[in-house]
Nanobody, 124 residues
Framework: QAELVASGGGFVQAGGSLRLSCLAS????????MGWFLHAPGQARESVAA????????YYAASVKGRSTISRDNAKNTVYLQMNSLKPEDTAIYYC?????????????????WGQGTQITVSS
């Protein structure tokens, strides 16, 4: 069982940057594949990025590729999402998630544990 606590969201102007963090409890964090998802009002949950247990494999949604970086520090049980050049359409609640499988996947149903979400609001 993993508990995930996401933080780092906030209010930012278009073009700004934010770094989201997700702290996981439990001794098996280093074995989890980790992902970030967003949920905007009236829309379905979307994958943003994912990273393998060792950090060697990553996935990025087309909407954030080139301006976001997912990383992890297994010694700190933390996964990060650095988001740059933020746009108003990035406004959403961002969730981190963990899955016990090794494959990096963008499918939210493949993830076993979810954090509580952190809000990003980008003004134009």
């Amino acid at each position: 069982q993993a508990e995930l606590v996401a933080s780092g969201g906030g209010f930012v102007q278009a073009g700004g940057s934010l770094r989201l963090s997700c702290l996981a409890s439990g001794p098996t964090f280093s074995s989890y594949t980790m992902g970030w998802f967003l949920h905007a009002p009236g829309q379905a949950r979307e994958s943003v990025a994912a990273i393998s247990w060792a950090g060697a494999g990553t996935y990025y949604a087309a909407s954030v590729k080139g301006r976001s970086t997912i990383s992890r520090d297994n010694a700190k049980n933390t996964v990060y999402l650095q988001m740059n050049s933020l746009k108003p359409e990035d406004t959403a609640i961002y969730y981190c998630a963990a899955r016990t499988g090794a494959r990096v996947t963008s499918t939210h149903s493949h993830y076993d544990y979810w954090g509580q979400g952190t809000q990003i609001t980008v003004s134009s």
